[in-house]
Nanobody, 121 residues
Framework: QVQLVESGGGSVQPGDSLRLSCAAS????????MGWYRQAPGKQRELVAT???????SYAGPVKGRFTISRDNAKNTVYLQMNSLKPEDTAVYYC???????????????WGQGTQVTVSS
């Protein structure tokens, strides 16, 4: 069984920074894309940033230049460094990964449990 466990959320003031972590564990054969999504109250879940297995990255427009995604393939972990946080960044942040589990042939989508990020003065 494969699990994604997130950490690092919290409550901060505008302009502050936070770093989210997400570690994949279990019967993993291979991890492809890892990324972060977020869902604000009353809104749909939206893509924040992704990182391919070759470490190519992409970002949603509102976070470009402020957020940085990185991954440590040896630790099956993806990070999201969030700088210059704004109140509109307030949301539950979810980790996502496309993983081929042991015994499997094709990547499946896995999600973390979500971690709350609140930006408020």
């Amino acid at each position: 069984q494969v699990q994604l466990v997130e950490s690092g959320g919290g409550s901060v003031q505008p302009g502050d920074s936070l770093r989210l972590s997400c570690a994949a564990s279990g019967s993993i054969l291979r991890i492809y894309t890892m990324g972060w999504y977020r869902q604000a109250p009353g809104k749909q879940r939206e893509l924040v940033a992704t990182s391919t297995s070759g470490s190519s990255t992409s970002y949603a427009g509102p976070v470009k230049g402020r957020f940085t995604i990185s991954r440590d393939n040896a630790k099956n972990t993806v990070y999201l460094q969030m700088n210059s946080l704004k109140p509109e960044d307030t949301a539950v942040y979810y980790c996502h990964a496309a993983i081929v589990a042991m015994g499997g042939q094709f990547p499946q989508n896995y999600w973390g449990q979500g971690t709350q990020v609140t930006v408020s003065s």
